[in-house]
Each structure stands twice: as C-alpha cells, then as structure tokens.
C-alpha cells in the first residue's frame, strides 16, 4: 500500500533527476478516470465526444461519398464511412497500444486485444457492405468501434472509492516517466549504431542504457503498485464490493 505522502515525495525526486521526463511528453490514453463502473456521470464524456466527432464525421462522408461516387447507394455511402473510421482507429490504435504496455501494465492486460476486436469489426462490416446490407448491423459494429478504438482509451474506470484527483494525477505522472524512460532507452540504442563496439563512447552509452532500463522497471513496478493502492483488481473484485 503506497501513501500519497510517499507517492508525491517519489515524484519529487524524479522531477528533480529527470525534469526531461515531464517535457512534451504526453499520453494518449486515459484522459478521464473515474470510480466503479458507471458510477459518475463524466463517464458519458467519452461517449458524447464520440458522437460529436465520430458519428458526425461519418455523416458527413457518407453523403460525400453517396453526392460523387454515384455507383454507391445511400446504405453502401454509409457503410464505406463507417469502415473508414473503423480503419482510422486502427492506424492509430498500435501506437496507443505501445504506450500503454511500456506504461501501465495492468492497463495493457486489458487492452491489449483491442487491434484483433477492430480487425473482426472490420471484417464484418465489409461482409454487411457487400452482402448483408443491414443498417442494424452496422450501428451495431459502429457502436463496438467507437467502445474499442476511441472509449475504452479514453476514459479509465475501476478506482476504489475513496480516491481522489490528485490520486489521479499522480499515477498519470509515473506512467508518463514510465514510458519517457523506455523513449530512451531506444534514443541510446540508437545513438549507439553510429560508434566503434568496445569505443569510450560505446561503452558510455551502453551504461546509460542499462541505467534506463532499471529506470523503467523500477517504474513499471512502481505504477503497478499504485493500481493496486487504487484500484480494483479486476471486475469480479468491484462486484464483491457492492455486495
């Protein structure tokens, strides 16, 4: 159990050592965090954000597409919009899937099937495209789309009750160190192509890069501990508790 005296302290200390750490380094994930589940009503935040952006943008495509491509039939626009979103959180969602496993471990084993859930949407809905044709099924697909690549990424739920915002922030901070450190670990691996093996510099790098990955499961290990100071351990966990 790590107090939030201690926790703060840690920071401190990190923030003095590595100020780089806290530079233009952001996270993409888990910008709402919040207690239970659907237990407070930012929880909907996520959702309205999807609507706005999403289900518009969709919209708007598919009357794009129905307006110049003449052989696609109103159904057929849409459907091309929605596969193209679905495509788009499938470009970017790798990227959130790396910052999540070098950043939060218990958070990666949750999430880290979310590419194989958007390749079988995406299959399906170019199977209901091309031959289902059922506008039921697509605003099922759409709905598990946006849940998968825009939702569950945003917001994070499952905090016990009593923790507070600046809970929050302080675990946000470790994993944003976390991930920095791995960043540089690859940035020394780097650098290091370019000098003589058994070199001066070589060597310095290879130093630093051993330093960093101490650095990292130090951190690892440390944000893991703090999702278990704060939050529930899995579902069945939080369904015992409201009993």
Not at 7 to 36: D, V
Not at 96 to 117: A, C
Not at 146 to 173: A, C, I, P
Request: hydrophobic residues 45%; proline residues 2%.
């Amino acid at each position: 159990m790590i107090t939030n005296k201690q926790t703060a302290l840690f920071l401190k200390q990190m923030r003095e050592q590595y100020p780089n750490a806290f530079k233009r380094n952001y996270l993409f994930y888990s910008m709402i965090k919040t207690k239970g589940i659907l237990d407070e009503l930012k929880e909907l935040i996520p959702w309205i954000l999807a609507a706005m952006i999403f289900i518009s943008l969709s919209m708007s495509l598919g009357h794009y597409i129905a307006g110049h491509f003449a052989q696609f039939n109103e159904f057929r626009a849409q459907g091309i919009a929605v596969l193209a979103i679905m495509l788009l959180f499938m470009l970017y969602t790798p990227l959130v899937i790396k910052q999540i496993k070098h950043s939060s471990t218990s958070l990666y084993q949750q999430l880290q099937h979310t590419p194989v859930k958007l390749a079988v949407l995406i299959l399906l809905q170019t199977l209901n495209i091309a031959y289902i044709e059922s506008t039921f099924l697509q605003f099922i697909l759409f709905f598990f789309a946006l849940s998968f690549g825009f939702v569950r990424f945003y917001k994070e739920n499952m905090f016990l009750e009593g923790t507070q915002n600046e809970h929050y922030f302080y675990l946000q901070e470790t994993r944003r160190i976390c991930f920095w450190a791995y960043k540089q670990i690859y940035k020394i691996r780097f650098k290091r192509l370019f000098h003589a093996k058994n070199s001066p510099t070589y060597i310095k790098f290879q130093q630093q890069e051993n330093q960093f990955i101490e650095l990292h499961l130090q951190l690892i290990r440390y944000e893991n501990d703090l999702c278990k100071t704060h939050k529930y351990v899995d579902v069945e966990t939080y369904l015992d508790s409201l009993m």
